[in-house]
């Protein structure tokens, strides 16, 4: 976790130079993570395992071999897609060991916490867009037209669900696990994934 935190923080100041303007973000930190952590112990497994599996299928899907992305970005992401690598097996046992021994409501009790963080998570997503916009609009001096705003407010939300949510949830070996824990659970992960694709 250290490793992360260094690394994203080495981005965000190359970032703030190059762009020339701070970007807000969602936060604080400690917040989020006690929110996420009141949930039972198997739904933040989960949420863990979806988003490593979505670091997995993002890198490999949209960044490893587009030569037009901005390299000290797109270096960042291939490390974490490496460290990320190892840590989706080893929490995918995690999820099972988590799972043994719980009956079919204790588990779909879990999954509805794992649910209750994706939508949370989702929420901040939306945020973190209207920020984003902010911005970008302090950095160009120029308000977005009223008009456009909701537009492209939808349009990022929508990618960022995507992106953070929706693929991880698609990740067939997130799927696989989810189905050792109760084959049920594809059925409800399906009625919910269209929400973020």
């Known amino acids: 976790m250290a490793k992360h935190i260094h690394l994203f ?31 039972d112990p198997l739904a933040v497994a989960l949420l863990i395992l979806q988003l490593e599996w979505m670091t997995q299928a993002h890198y490999l899907d949209s960044v490893r071999d587009d030569g037009e992305l901005e390299p000290l970005f797109k270096s ?11 840590h989706a097996r080893l929490d995918a046992l995690m999820v099972e060991a988590l799972g043994e021994g719980r009956s079919e409501a204790q588990i779909h009790a879990a999954f509805d916490g794992y649910c209750a963080i994706g939508a949370f998570l989702d929420d901040g997503l939306r945020a973190q867009t209207e920020m984003n916009i902010v911005a970008l609009e302090q950095r160009t001096g120029r308000a977005v037209p009223s008009h ?50």
């Not at 080495?10 to 996420?36: H, K, M, N, S, W």
């Open 148 to 197: 456009i705003r909701a537009a492209l407010v939808a349009q990022q939300h929508q990618a960022a669900r995507w992106t953070f949510i929706g693929s991880g949830m698609a990740h067939r070996s997130f799927r696989a696990s989810l189905a050792r824990l109760s084959p049920t659970l594809i059925g409800r992960l399906d009625a919910i994934a269209p929400i973020y694709s």
């Open 9 to 39: 923080r080495r981005f965000r100041t190359a970032f703030l130079r190059g762009f020339g303007q701070e970007c807000a973000v969602i936060g604080p930190a400690d917040a989020i993570g006690a929110t996420v952590l009141a949930h």
């Open 76 to 86: 960042l992401l291939r490390h974490h897609w490496m460290e990320e690598a190892q």
